[in-house]
Nanobody, 124 residues
Framework: VQLQACGGGLVQTGDSLRLSCAAS????????MGWFRQAPGKEREFVAA?????????YYADSVKGRFTISRDNAKNTVYLLMNSLKFEDTALYYC?????????????????WGQGTLVTVSS
C-alpha cells in the first residue's frame, strides 16, 4: 500500500489543522493506521493509531491526548489526524503509516508502510 500525507502547514499556537493520508494500491481496511512525527534532532515518535476491522479502537501519545483525534474513512481509503490547540512543541514532520503486524502500536518497528511526511510548523 502507498501512503500520501498532506495537510501540513504553518500555523500559530492554539490553531487547528487536519492532516490527511490517502492510501492507494490496497484498501486500508485490513491495516492498523498510525501517525508518527519527527522533530529536528529528535527521534521519530508515536502520535496516534487506529485499529483495523470493526471497533476503530484509537490510541494516543500522552502529549496529544485530548487535543488530537485520529479517524479513518475506509470508503475513501483515507486516514485523518485532526489537531486542535496546537503547541510549539507539535512542530514536526508528520508521517502516516500502516501495519499488518500485531506488535506494539507505539513503536515504529511494527509498521510495514510509511508515507513521505507532511511538515507542521507551529509558531509561538
Amino acid at each position: 500500500v502507498q501512503l500520501q500525507a498532506c495537510g501540513g502547514g504553518l500555523v500559530q499556537t492554539g490553531d487547528s489543522l487536519r492532516l490527511s493520508c490517502a492510501a492507494s494500491g490496497r484498501t486500508i481496511r485490513g491495516y492498523d493506521m498510525g501517525w508518527f512525527r519527527q522533530a529536528p534532532g529528535k527521534e521519530r515518535e508515536f502520535v496516534a493509531a487506529i485499529s483495523r476491522g470493526v471497533g476503530d479502537y484509537t490510541y494516543y501519545a500522552d502529549s496529544v491526548k485530548g487535543r488530537f483525534t485520529i479517524s479513518r474513512d475506509n470508503a475513501k481509503n483515507t486516514v485523518y489526524l485532526l489537531m486542535n490547540s496546537l503547541k510549539f512543541e507539535d512542530t514536526a514532520l508528520y508521517y502516516c503509516t500502516a501495519r499488518t503486524t500485531y506488535d506494539s502500536v507505539t513503536t515504529t518497528r511494527g509498521y510495514n508502510y510509511w508515507g513521505q511526511g507532511t511538515l507542521v510548523t507551529v509558531s509561538s
